[in-house]
């Protein structure tokens, strides 16, 4: 079960239903939230894939149950395409794929369940950045943490409140999954 | 900007129906700008009674079962879908002159216009269709 903050049901509908129905639904759901759609149109897949693509928000991948097809979509926000860092630390992709393996880090990722769920690097630590107040102490503070996202601004923010909460060792990793062409692992 | 899409509906069976609406809302439930024109035989799609009955082509009947089967929307239901979507749909003047017919044989909603309503719409539109 990957965590959605909400479930269409467009099972059993023909095209453009499933389509039309995710639109409706997104405007539902408050930016950054994920939106899972159960869809049996087997069309769906390449059609939702487009259809993020020509709105913007993100598709986050598949999933096969039977006969039903689970599409999840992450709505756009407005703050993620635009490029603000203000965390001071930062390391980018390649000197954190020479690190990995090498050195005693922890990477951690602070993007939503489901998009850990469909690609992030292996033995990543999942916390969401809305959790990351209340489930701080799984982290040690003098652990070398690396903070990663798709687009290096939640992690920017969850840089900072670590720092802020006497974290000492955190390096915000830009740009981040978006642009990951080391190895990934998946549920 | 909206990408914007342009059709042409000029045929009436409830195939054309269905290339029209089914691309019609798929572009506008992706955010594009859509306007339908409706002429000739393609003012039945969006004909008040005529919309809800249109004919399979000739020869074509079996495929009746499919559309049951597949669970595809009605027409009439896409019409709404259309409407509730902010497609435009345009009834061509000069084609409802030669048939003797008035905006208020059509669904709620239609505007009506000539060739350049359409052609104003379409002059800088991303995709243009016809069917």
Redesign the interface.
Same mark, same amino acid.
């Given at each position: 079960m990957i965590k959605t903050d909400k479930v269409l049901d467009a099972k059993?509908?023909?095209?453009?239903?499933p389509?039309?129905k *995710?639109?409706k639904a997104i405007g539902e759901v408050e930016p950054g939230q994920v939106l899972e759609i159960q869809a049996t149109d087997k069309g769906s897949t390449a059609?939702l894939q487009?259809?993020a693509k020509? *709105?913007g928000h993100q598709y986050l991948g598949t999933k096969e149950e039977g006969d039903v097809l689970k599409h999840y979509l992450r709505k756009a926000s407005e703050a993620e395409t635009k490029e603000e860092s203000s965390y001071p630390h930062v390391i980018n992709n390649d000197e954190l794929k020479t690190k990995l393996g090498n050195e005693d880090i922890v990477v951690l990722d602070v993007r939503e369940p489901a998009e850990y769920a469909f690609s992030r690097i292996p033995g990543a630590k999942s916390i969401p950045l809305g959790e990351l107040e209340e489930r701080m102490s799984e982290l040690n503070e003098e652990d070398n943490i690396h903070v990663v996202c798709r687009t290096g601004n939640r992690s920017d923010r969850a840089a900072q409140i670590l720092s802020e909460k006497g974290y000492k060792n955190v390096l915000n990793v830009v740009p981040g999954m978006s642009e990951w062409d080391g190895e990934t692992e998946n549920d | 900007m909206a990408r914007k899409v342009a059709i042409i509906a000029s045929n009436g069976s409830l195939f054309d129906a269905y290339k029209v609406f089914n691309v019609a809302t798929a572009a506008a439930a992706s955010d594009s700008e859509v306007a339908i024109f409706f002429t000739f035989e393609g003012l039945n799609l969006i004909h008040k009674e005529g919309h809800k009955q249109l004919p399979i082509p000739e020869g074509k009947e079996h495929y009746e079962e499919g559309f049951k089967n597949s669970n595809v929307p009605s027409i009439p239901d896409l019409v709404e879908m259309a409407k509730e979507l902010d497609v435009k749909l345009i009834g061509c003047q000069m084609t409802m002159d030669v048939m003797g017919l008035e905006k208020e044989h059509f669904v709620d909603g239609i505007d009506v216009g000539g060739a350049v309503t359409f052609l104003d719409f379409a002059e800088n539109a991303d995709v243009t269709l016809t069917f």
């Open positions: 059993g509908l023909a095209c453009p239903m389509i039309v *995710t639109k059609d487009a259809w020509s *709105t | -």
